[in-house]
């Protein structure tokens, strides 16, 4: 009986009933796109630092991440180079020779971190080759190209084809110094790294470091599929022993983190929004229990308790909910669904995005466990906005009640 009650109330008046409804859709709706907004942003620097950064292992030797030194190099990396290539789920592997030094150009001077590659492996893997805005991909034959970042390049003051001077030591701990061409200038999602990281190739650097074209100071892996990075982990820990495996998120600590936090942003910034809503349904529920004064007095005096009275309130408030909860589930999943197939595209804060290596262009994503957080965050929420109409109720006494218009 109670049942039928509370879904008659709700339609008694309908307008206000269709702004209930309204405010929770629009707040689900604003959580879910919000969240989505926010993953897309996080997931396309991870992707980026991934795919085109860190790849999803990467082997040196065990002195190399502490010291940063050209001496410590993986022997034999060519065989194992080839033994990793032949693997089913790799999709890309690559060696590289790392040493860090000082480029010099006819103004100014400035530390760099120069990677020796080898050009068509590297192609599935940093990508170069698709970020550069001027000049060919090691298309000259020449050994003594080097390709830098754009923003490297204009804090030097150099050009497509200005000639700069490397300086760094070998492995005897000899300086060296060589001389290069620009051969390329590039320009990736992450300008920070334009701004420190240049590449050569490896045998030309491998020369002037007097390292043996079958060392190296890292080897790169990136997998077909992510989901068999824990199995091919140990797979590898198991063909080099000796040597330091680590995936990307061992790497870069702080894009764990990232995923790791998310959850936590998920119940903040649902919260915030649901707060807003909370108000919205208090005042609601508020004025129509205050307009039915004289209609509770009389349940009341014809013998419907408390207790009743408490539990009709709550029953309108959870039916609101149950319908404007599912529209706007499927409100946001629709946004999320458009919008992460075409993008968002920011380009106005392009510059200050790619600074700290995200993307212009945002594609929205959310996993289905974030629906189902945010939809039992705003049943909860709604029904806790209820309780205070519902106590006013209770407030109410019949006799007096009755007696007003």
């Given amino acids: 009986m109670l049942v039928q009650i509370a879904w008659r109330n709700i339609w008694r008046n309908k307008t206000r009933s269709f702004v209930v409804i309204g405010s929770i859709v629009i707040g689900l709706w604003a959580s879910i796109f919000i969240l989505a907004f926010a993953w897309g942003l996080y ?5 980026e630092s991934v795919n085109r950064q860190l790849s999803h292992i990467q082997i040196h030797h065990p002195e190399f991440t502490h010291q940063q030194e050209s001496k410590f190099v993986i022997e034999h990396s060519d065989s194992i180079l080839s033994l990793l290539q032949k693997d089913d789920r ?31 492996a590297e192609e599935k893997q940093i990508g170069l080759n698709e970020n550069l805005i001027e000049g060919d991909y090691f298309e000259s034959g020449k050994s003594n190209e080097i390709f830098i970042g754009e923003k490297l390049a204009k804090k030097l003051k150099i050009k497509l084809r200005s000639k700069v001077v490397v300086t760094f030591t070998d492995i005897e701990s000899n300086m060296v110094s060589a001389a290069f061409r620009v051969g390329g200038i590039y320009r990736s999602r992450n300008l920070s790294l334009d701004e420190v990281n240049v590449y050569v190739q ?11 074209p079958s060392e190296s100071n890292e080897l790169a892996i990136l997998l077909k599929n992510e989901s068999a990075l824990d199995s091919f982990n ?24 990232v995923i790791e936090s998310f959850h936590l942003y998920t119940y903040i910034i649902t919260g915030i929004i649901l707060l807003a809503l909370t108000f919205g349904i208090v005042n609601t529920m508020l004025m129509s229990v205050l307009e039915r004064i004289r209609e509770l007095g009389m349940l009341m005096a014809i013998g419907l308790n408390k207790k009743k009275i408490f539990t009709m309130i709550m029953l309108e408030t959870l039916f609101l909910t149950l319908i404007g909860c599912p529209v706007g589930l499927l409100v946001g999943w629709l946004s ?17 995005l790619a600074s700290y290596g995200f993307s ?46």
């Avoid at 997931?43 to 992707?47: A, G, L, S, T, V």
């Avoid at 709604?382 to 006494?397: E, W």
């Fill in 43 to 47: 997931k396309n620097n991870i992707d």
């Fill in 90 to 120: 790799v999709q890309a592997a690559s060696a590289r020779t790392i040493t860090k030094g000082m480029i010099t150009s006819p103004t100014t001077a400035t530390g760099v971190t120069v990677y020796g590659i080898s050009p068509a």
């Fill in 202 to 212: 490896k045998q030309s650097l491998d020369n002037l470091l007097g390292l043996k």
């Fill in 234 to 257: 140990s797979d590898v820990q198991l063909m080099v022993p000796h040597k330091k495996v680590e995936d990307w998120m061992d790497l870069s600590p702080e894009l764990e983190l």
């Fill in 336 to 352: 999320v669904l458009v919008l992460g197939s075409i993008g968002i595209n920011i380009a106005i804060f392009s510059e200050g």
């Fill in 360 to 405: 212009s262009i945002i594609y929205p994503a959310l996993d289905s466990q974030n629906y189902w957080t945010v939809a039992i965050m705003c049943l909860i929420t709604a029904l806790l906005s209820a309780i205070y109409p519902a106590f006013r109720a209770l407030q109410l006494n019949p006799a007096e009640s009755i007696r007003k218009i």
